[in-house]
């Protein structure tokens, strides 16, 4: 018989050999911080939904219509934009939106449209003195404001001091710039809730944005954002990593009250509770080791009484230090190897994890409920002597484009990615063309897809903005 679970780090009714992630952490050589020990409550009602809201166009018409324009979303880093006049084209579900510069600390965001016969106005992130529209030359300031209107006489209408280019709220945190087109929602900070102060202690925090993946994915955005927020698809996607991968130990946190974000905490060097043998430590840690390195990777033999975690997380640590010139040495087990992962309603997900410097944004591609676009976001710690950062790198994948065929990926990651973008696209071609039962999700591991579903259907029973 099962013992009962501890209920004060997971639902009483978990049912699994593999220990709790609390557990797992709690013998750690670097114990963890008080923001990894939290747990909370689970539970969330949202059990089932019809699949329409993955496949149809009348349902991605309601989320444009009510959902989007009321969210708050990642439209571009700060260092995207580090000198005043560099602007950023966002794409955001239903309006275009420039990003700017507008003096050395603000920023402004506005609608990408001309206000004279609706010219978009930037096609491309670019750097600019004024923003001069390439139709007829009406031009404005950095700031909004009108500068110039080419034939000026033939406007009598036009009240100059009235004419400013129609603005998008735009919100600051972590290097992250968000926009929000509901001029009445509430502010960003109230918006990310708890997020804020998990990531006050976080020592990488000094990062910048090094490289972007774009890869158009055949599959509806929410398609994508809950195949990355669970682990529970570790046994049929990414069966090479059920020695280690931590699957059946993660932890899945939701705050109560809190609607936009949750997490989970996945174990490195655990193995699943549906891999068929049991395995020792030198076992974990070959596996582990073999995924990254190779089949014939030389694996060191772990000392009589060390935990196949211990080494990875001190491996992590010495591996980037050397990288960034920093030292971790004294950064948790937990923080240096688990995948600690944080989601932001509707379709932002950030990583505070030394091993997974990332971050991903999903957004659904213009009039296609079956295509979304992940970006995926790969960071670098600043240089320490304030020299200028480099340019982003921008690596963009097409549909049949695969990730370790790019070469922007080592090949064991660019390997997980193929087979998270393969099993996508497959999961939406189901949803698509599998008659009208409904999708369910489980109680626990998939409580983050319940919650962003709950989110959601409150967003969607509003009016129209
Ligand atoms: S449409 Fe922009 S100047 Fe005419
Ligand atoms: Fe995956």
């Not at 059990?47 to 149809?56: A, E, K, L, N």
């Not at 260092?79 to 402004?108: F, H, M, T, W």
């Not at 390195?293 to 060390?306: I, Q, S, T, W, Y």
């Not at 505070?352 to 670098?380: C, E, G, H, K």
Request: net charge negative; charged share 25%; proline share 8%.
């Amino acid at each position: 018989m099962p013992q009962a679970a501890d209920t004060r780090t997971t639902p009483a009714y978990r049912d699994s050999p593999a220990p709790l992630y609390q557990d797992v952490i709690k013998n750690d050589a670097h114990p963890a911080p008080p923001v990894v020990t939290e747990y909370s409550e689970t539970a969330i009602d949202c059990s089932r939904v019809p699949r329409s809201q993955y496949t149809s166009p009348d349902f991605a018409r309601l989320e444009l219509e009510r959902m989007w324009p009321r969210v708050w979303q990642v439209a571009c880093r700060e260092e995207q934009i580090p000198e005043v006049g560099d602007c950023v084209v966002y794409e955001s579900p239903g309006a275009s939106v420039l990003i700017v510069r507008n003096a050395p600390d603000e920023i402004k965001a506005f609608y990408n449209s001309c206000l004279h016969r609706g010219m978009k106005l930037c096609m491309q992130d670019t750097s600019v003195q004024k923003i001069t529209c390439p139709f007829h030359g009406f031009t404005w300031n950095l700031d909004g404001s009108l500068a110039h209107v080419p034939a000026r006489w033939d406007f009598p209408q036009i009240e100059d001091a009235k004419f400013h280019l129609r603005d998008v709220r735009v919100g600051r945190w972590g290097g992250f710039v968000f926009i929000n087109r509901d001029k009445n929602a509430k502010p960003l900070e109230d918006y990310l809730g708890n997020l804020p102060a998990h990531f006050a202690s976080w020592p990488r925090d000094s990062v910048y944005l090094a490289k972007m993946i774009r890869k158009t994915i055949n599959a509806n955005w929410k398609t994508c954002i809950e195949g990355f927020v669970e682990s529970y698809h570790l046994s049929g996607i990414h069966a090479q990593a059920l020695p280690f991968g931590g699957d059946s130990s993660t932890q899945y946190d939701v705050w109560p009250g809190n609607e936009n974000i949750s997490r989970f905490l996945e174990p490195t060097g655990v193995q699943s509770d549906q891999y068929p043998n049991r395995l020792n430590e030198q076992q974990v840690l070959d596996a582990a080791i073999r995924v990254v390195f190779g089949r014939d990777a030389e694996v060191p033999e772990l000392p009589e009484g060390v935990r196949a975690r211990t080494f990875l997380a001190e491996a992590t640590r010495q591996a980037m230090s050397a990288a960034d010139g920093r030292d971790y040495s004294q950064l948790s087990d937990a923080e240096a190897a688990d995948a600690m992962q944080y989601s932001v309603f509707p379709n932002f997900i950030l990583f505070r994890s030394l091993t997974y410097p990332y971050a991903y944004r999903f957004t659904p591609v213009r009039d296609n409920p079956n295509q979304a676009v992940f970006d995926f976001f790969i960071f670098r710690p600043k240089p320490a002597d304030g020299s200028p950062l480099p340019e982003t790198e921008l690596v963009e994948l097409g549909p049949e484009d695969s990730y370790s065929g790019s070469g922007a990926l080592p090949p064991w990651l660019g390997q997980i990615y193929d087979q998270d973008s393969t099993g996508l696209a497959m999961c939406q071609e189901g949803l698509r063309d599998g008659g009208d039962a409904d999708v369910i999700y489980s109680s626990y591991q998939e409580v983050r897809i319940r919650h962003l579903h709950q989110t959601l259907a409150r967003y969607v029973a509003m009016p129209p903005l």
